[in-house]
């Protein structure tokens, strides 16, 4: 019998590639844990528990609706509950921070506005990256806002308004739901589009605005589509235009800025769905489906329409480019207006 003999420094040639290969891999999964890494996940095994959804607005706001909407829809699809969560104090802030503080496994996203993009510039204690710190899935709509004055201001359109502001240099006024608000920026880049000078008065709440636009109190003011729609209807407020790129489906007769006069106006309100970052390629995309399928349901689409939210559904790609130009948008609508928070 012939005995074949392996010398000790050829075993370990031939078992040392193997032992490398699992230290590798051993380092590879033990550096991850360290860094609080969650690895990539089948989005076949997603969702295993309810998903949470962080709506950084109240109750009954156009973020909350949208919200509970999508939730039951995306709910059946998915084969477990999405539970809407509000936390609307300081522009959405604290919830937006503890939507991005959450494990990176996309059992906790959440609804974002116009504030999202605002915060960087007019905060200077916001506690994350408004870009950095959250993973886009996608732009669900845009919400036009319109410019409303009391049936009684002389002005009917966007161009009578303009030569008015004209002729009385800082002698109109229009409100707000406080400095640095979509509401006054949307009136800071009219001012700018428009060359004019009108003056503008906060206010501690829209209610009270809307009271005194349609009290005489005050020229003018930027309101939600849905929220002024009944106003407008009532004979209480005339609609002067909005601001979107094209009209409103429930304010057809109400045309745009651009097509008033301000051919680069542009102002949205918008809602996106986004997550924490690091947030996984493969539940990014099972959410983005889902959601893209939930807003192609006739039924969800009339509602959305009813509250004046214009359908995107934009890719996580799309929704990332778009972010950036809004911040960017707001920093300069900002540093123009001069607003700041205390």
């Known amino acids: 019998m012939k005995v074949i003999g392996i010398r000790l420094n050829e075993?370990?040639?031939?078992?040392?590639?193997?032992?490398?290969?699992?230290?590798?891999?051993?380092?590879?999964?033990?550096?991850a844990v360290t860094a609080g890494t969650v690895l990539p996940v089948s989005a076949q095994d997603y969702p295993s528990k309810p998903v949470r959804i962080i709506v950084?607005?109240?109750?009954?706001?156009?973020?909350?609706?949208?919200?509970?909407?999508?939730?039951?829809?995306m709910a059946k699809a998915m084969g477990q509950p999405f539970i809407v969560e509000n936390l609307p104090v300081a522009s959405g802030i604290p919830g937006t921070d503890k939507m991005i503080r959450s494990p990176k496994d996309g059992y906790t996203v959440g609804i974002i506005s116009n504030n999202h993009a605002i915060n960087p510039a007019i905060r200077k204690d916001?506690?994350?990256?408004?870009?950095?710190?959250?993973?886009?899935?996608?732009?669900?709509?845009?919400?036009?806002?319109?410019?409303?004055?009391n049936p009684a201001f002389p002005a009917k359109d966007l161009p009578e308004l303009l030569a008015l502001a004209k002729a009385k240099p800082g002698g109109l006024t229009y409100g707000s739901a406080g400095a640095g608000t979509v509401l006054h920026l949307a009136g800071v880049l009219l001012v700018s589009e428009g060359n004019v000078d009108i003056r503008h008065i906060p206010y501690s709440t829209t209610g009270q605005m809307i009271t005194d636009i349609a009290g005489g109190q005050i020229d003018m003011g930027f309101l939600g589509v849905a929220s002024a729609l009944g106003q407008i209807q009532g004979g209480k407020m005339r609609a002067i235009g909005v601001t979107t790129r094209t009209r409103s489906a429930i304010l057809p007769a109400a045309p745009t800025f651009a097509e008033s006069g301000l051919p680069n106006y542009s102002f949205d309100g918008w809602l996106a769905l986004v997550g924490p970052a690091g947030l996984p390629k493969p539940i990014v995309d099972r959410l983005h489906a889902e959601l893209k399928a939930a807003l192609a349901l006739p039924e969800v689409r009339d509602t959305m329409a009813a509250q004046g939210v214009m359908i995107i559904a934009n890719s996580p790609e799309a929704a990332t480019q778009f972010f950036a130009s809004e911040v960017d948008k707001h920093m300069k609508l900002v540093k123009t207006s001069g607003a700041k928070v205390e």
């Open 11 to 31: 075993r370990r040639a031939l078992v040392s590639p193997r032992r490398s290969l699992v230290a590798s891999l051993v380092g590879f999964v033990m550096a």
């Open 56 to 73: 950084p607005a109240g109750v009954t706001s156009v973020g909350d609706i949208v919200a509970r909407l999508l939730s039951i829809h």
């Open 126 to 149: 916001l506690p994350y990256d408004s870009l950095k710190d959250i993973t886009p899935i996608s732009i669900i709509g845009n919400t036009p806002l319109v410019l409303v004055t």
